[in-house]
């Protein structure tokens, strides 16, 4: 079993930066495919940034240019930096971890964005 721990979420002004952490727990050995969703209000969950392969990273035309997805195997950790926020950016933001035959989702941190 893997569990899936985010930290970082907050409220910002527009312009703000925020950096979001996932901590995985548990036999992570095979999950290769390491990714942050978004659901905002009234909305459906969507992809904000993925690792699909070493070396590899596509971010949502959205948020290209503002936010930078990282990885530390070695630590069973994922991050996403997030700057230069805008109130569209306000969701609750998951993480995400799997492989073909695994899926797993951290619990969400709420990012607000506003004035």
């Known amino acids: 079993q893997v569990q899936l721990v985010e930290s970082g979420g907050g409220s910002v002004q527009p312009g703000g930066s925020l950096r979001l952490s996932c901590a995985a727990f548990g036999t992570i050995f095979s999950l290769y495919v390491m990714g942050w969703y978004r659901q905002g209000p009234g909305k459906q969950r969507e992809l904000v940034a993925h690792i699909p392969k070493p070396g590899i990273t596509n971010y949502a035309d959205s948020v290209k240019g503002r936010f930078i997805m990282s990885r530390d195997l070695a630590n069973g950790t994922i991050y996403l930096q997030m700057n230069d926020l805008k109130p569209a950016d306000t969701a609750v933001y998951y993480c995400?971890?799997?492989?073909?035959?695994?899926?797993?989702w951290g619990q969400g941190t709420q990012v607000t964005v506003a004035s």
């Open positions: 995400n971890w799997r492989s073909t035959s695994r899926n797993y």
